[in-house]
């Protein structure tokens, strides 16, 4: 069955720096990736998808993923972290009729 | 273009109340889900529609929840009677297709409370 592990369920980057979340998947046909971000009190956004094109994916708000088969990777980048990246970060698996399976989600902290 | 649409964005109830959650989804668009979220985890499926047939019910617990979506545009999610378990983000998503891959848009969810 398809399924993701995002590894730390919490993260804490100083501005300025690097912003990096791990997502690892298990599927048993070539998988669909996305990341999502929702912000408190609010629904989840599309960060960005993989759907077996390009395997560096480039997102929204500077965010990329590189699709990794060797590794089944899925990480989500960011050089810089600004204090407005502070959110919820999803890794999802796309499955049979576009139902989704999520992880459990890494909270996102940036320090000034 | 308008977003999903939820309401009431937050719900406090007694258990064994009934409760429903309204969901519009974006114009044009086919498919409708609903997902329940509990604190710290992410999101988990309840029902999937394509126009108004569910055609992915198994994870809804049919014991004391209902959806539905009458002409296939707008959908209600009704709990009969609720438990304290209960309590989490209900959240509705929709895109224009089931096709894997096609985006999923979600709306800002409703908060229960159930006490």
């Known amino acids: 069955a398809q399924s993701v592990t995002q590894l730390g369920s919490h993260v804490s980057v100083s501005e300025g720096a690097l912003v990096l979340l791990r997502c690892n998947y298990s599927?048993?046909?070539?998988?669909?990736l996305f990341w999502y971000v929702q912000y408190p009190n609010q629904g989840l956004q599309l960060l960005l998808k993989?759907?077996?094109?390009?395997?560096l994916v480039k997102g929204i708000n500077g965010f990329e993923a590189e699709f990794k088969k060797s590794e089944t990777s899925f990480h989500l980048t960011k050089p810089s972290a600004h204090m407005s990246d502070a959110a919820e970060y999803f890794c999802?698996?796309?499955?049979?009729?576009?139902?989704?399976?999520f992880g459990a989600g890494t909270r996102l902290t940036v320090k000034p | 273009e308008a977003g999903v649409v939820q309401s009431p964005r937050y719900k406090i109830i007694e258990k064994k109340q009934p409760v429903a959650f309204w969901c519009n989804p974006i114009?044009?668009?086919?498919?409708l889900y609903w997902y329940l979220q509990n604190l710290g985890q992410g999101p988990e499926l309840l029902i999937r529609?394509?126009?108004?047939?569910?055609?992915?019910d198994s994870q809804l617990p049919k014991d004391r929840f209902s959806a539905e979506r009458l002409k296939g545009v707008d959908s209600t999610l009704k709990i009969q009677p609720a438990e304290l378990g209960d309590s989490a983000v209900y959240l509705c998503?929709?895109?224009?297709?089931?096709?894997?891959?096609?985006?999923?848009?979600f709306g800002p969810g409703t908060r229960l409370l159930v006490l």
């Open positions: 998503a929709s895109s224009l297709t089931s096709g894997r891959g096609e985006t999923q848009y």
């Open positions: 599927s048993s046909v070539p998988p669909y």
């Open positions: 993989y759907t077996s094109a390009a395997t």
């Open positions: 999802a698996v796309s499955v049979g009729g576009n139902d989704m399976r």
């Open positions: 114009s044009g668009h086919n498919t």
């Open positions: 529609y394509e126009n108004e047939e569910a055609v992915d």
